[in-house]
């Protein structure tokens, strides 16, 4: 209903929460923020998980990309705040973005599509309008028997670029294709069995990757002669076992499979050679990730003054990655090898819920985890062996959450809520040149870590929601207080290669209060969504960037103190066809970008 046709367009509606992308998007470095807690820039483990039901589709270590669903045959998208590690452990840190896919409907047929014209209008060096690209969508709802039915969907995106590449003479460089198919099974051969199947498959390819490279604001870069490209894919498969008890609820049970394979080549062209313009230096990488995941819950049932979920849960995956950093007279001058790359989570959970009267609620819940990385790391500069490593890390906890509700009327509930979220360590594997000591930087020897240990959340979050005019107005607000320890940030050791490399650097605060405005106005169809937020992310203590000293209350990269997002929309149905419009108004004020 709002035209949305990747996750961008729900990040601009959302306050309180950033998305920057690395010049490669999707296939690696994207970074999500939720309220201040900003994960590592490039490979850093993100802050923010994403899921397709409860099936994770970001890795549980670093960042090898995320697909960006199209939202057409999704039921909703769920954008989550605040840690979520009870429920979906160290893969959301401080928040979740959760798409929720239309399920297969039994004894019934149907069908919807759409077609999406896109135009992008700019002004450069360049003279041209701009680009265009068309998008396609199909899905079909088919019953077979009583018991049984299939939910087909399909898109195809052409993205219109944006940058002009002026060194290639290239109009709209980074333009894109992206296509997605969706197949979902459900058969119900019991009355009290559900099985539940679903695969997606997603392959996107960007013909150059690029980013402004100017002070002026002009959509273009001039700064890549040679050629850049990136092609990335996803498949997932999941398989979800349901069956209801009589007074204990339903037994759920979920296993999920992933693969990620992706390639590219990123220039680095003009940085080296001046103004002249000579492909020099490239980076090439050629990756893939799999993993999978079992988990045995029992749900309570519909009803009654408890609720309760309890659970197990394991995830394991495995990465294979392989950079090579060339020259115009000599490849492989530098390759680096993660071979294997391991991850394993462990956990038992549990959350309890208690309605008392018909005023109070409340919620504890609990999850013990075990978490453990190891990885192969080696490194060669012109065919030599420079840096051979081992590395491995465990860790275990315990994450709480407890909230307590009071529901005053129908219309008015103030509620308060504590939560603790965590993710895992790492291992980095910057650029080693054969004559200095291991992990250290050429010229200055500034010491880069081998790794970095996992990082530890506590939120405090008070809030009220309120309903108005029969229910026609909302009004909500949220106030947060988080406490990010032994956070990871993106550092640079600085001298002549400048590697980034991620550490743990001491304490972030994040204070602030968002709100919104919903309003169902008597034009039938019409309404108006106003949400807002201010946020304030520092460092609390003092900690060395490479060469540098960061003073405690510096800002936190991705986090704009102000947002705010405005959006009137309106949508009628003529028979079986809706149509509608609206339009979004969003702003932020500055933030770092790292």
Known sequence: KIGARDIRDYVMKAPGMTMDDSETGEALGRRMTIRGVSGGAGLGNQTVGQFIGDAPMTDPYSNYGT????????????????????TFGASALNGAVRYVPNEPVLMEWSGRGFVDRTAVTHTGSLDHEGGTGTSYGLAVNAPIGDSMALRA????????GVYDNLQREDENANSARKWSGRAALRWEPLERLSINLLYLKQRS????????????????????????????????????????????????????????PSRGNVDAGIKATGSLGIPSINTRFDMITEGSLNELRLVSPDGGNWDWIVGVFNRNYEGHLNTSLDTVVLKGVQKGHVDPLTAEEQAIFGELTRRFGKHWEATVGLRKYETKIEGSFESRSVGFPVFDADFSQSEDGLSPKISLAYKASDSLMAYVTVARGFQFGGLNTPLVVPGLSNYQNPVT????????????????????????????????VAFFDIKWSKAQLTQNSGGAAANDYIDNVGEVSSRGVEGSFTWLTPLP??????????????????????????????????????????????????????????????????????
């Open 67 to 86: 697909p960006d669903l199209d939202p057409f045959d999704l039921k909703t998208v769920e954008i989550l705040r605040g840690p979520q590690g009870t």
């Open 205 to 260: 390819k960007v013909d150059d990757v690029l980013v402004a490279d100017n002070g002026e604001g002009a959509l273009e870069n001039n700064n890549k002669p040679g050629p850049s490209f990136i092609d990335f894919g996803f498949s997932l498969a999941n398989a979800d076992l349901r069956y209801k008890l009589d007074d204990w609820g339903t037994v759920v049970y979920q296993h999920t499979r992933q693969w990620k």
């Open 153 to 160: 969907s399909g898109v195809i995106q052409n993205i219109p």
């Open 445 to 476: 020897g500034t010491p880069v870590p081998l790794s970095f240990s996992s990082s530890v959340l506590w939120s405090r979050e008070v809030g009220l929601r309120t309903d108005w005019l029969d229910r026609t107005l909302r009004i909500d």
């Open 525 to 594: 169809g019409l309404s108006l969504n106003v949400l807002a937020s201010y946020i304030r992310a520092v460092t609390t203590r003092e900690y060395e960037n490479g060469e540098v000293v960061v003073p405690s209350g510096t800002e936190m990269p991705a986090t704009p103190r102000l947002q705010t997002s405005t959006t009137l929309s309106y949508n009628t149905y003529f028979g079986p066809w809706m149509s509608g419009a609206s339009f979004t108004h969003a702003y932020w004020s500055h933030a770092y970008s790292a």
